[in-house]
């Protein structure tokens, strides 16, 4: 199970920090867990954000490069999205994703709306 927060109404340039905990997850598993945010925007399909490895290699979809950045904090089983300088085209339902072996975990998505 991973429990998101953060998100909601944000004028466009201001910043928001998503956080997705996992309770029902040990230290161990959580640290060799690969953790990722995903989006969707009305209409679209779900798209890839952010993602990093267990070993902390990150990989940003163009779009966000230089604005998001991915975090974790293995000490509270939690990672988090900074997002800085939101644009509208950002408006969109984030999803958080964590994955370890077999196990692929989604939360249940925070609303995330960048006024112009």
């Known amino acids: 199970q991973l429990v998101q927060s953060g998100g909601g109404l944000v004028q466009a340039g201001g910043s928001l920090r998503l956080s997705c905990s996992a309770p029902?997850?040990?230290?161990?598993?959580?640290?060799?867990?690969?953790i990722g945010w995903y989006r969707q925007a009305p209409g679209k399909q779900r798209e890839f954000v952010a993602d990093s490895s267990r070993a902390g290699d990150t990989n940003y979809a163009d779009f966000v490069k230089g604005r998001f950045i991915i975090s974790r904090d293995n000490a509270k089983n939690t990672f988090y999205l900074q997002m800085n300088n939101l644009q509208f085209d950002d408006t969109a339902v984030y999803y958080c994703?964590?994955?370890?072996?077999?196990?692929?975990?989604w939360g249940q998505g925070t609303q995330v709306t960048v006024s112009s």
């Open positions: 029902g997850t040990t230290a161990a598993t959580f640290r060799l867990s690969a």
């Open positions: 994703n964590k994955k370890f072996g077999t196990w692929d975990l």
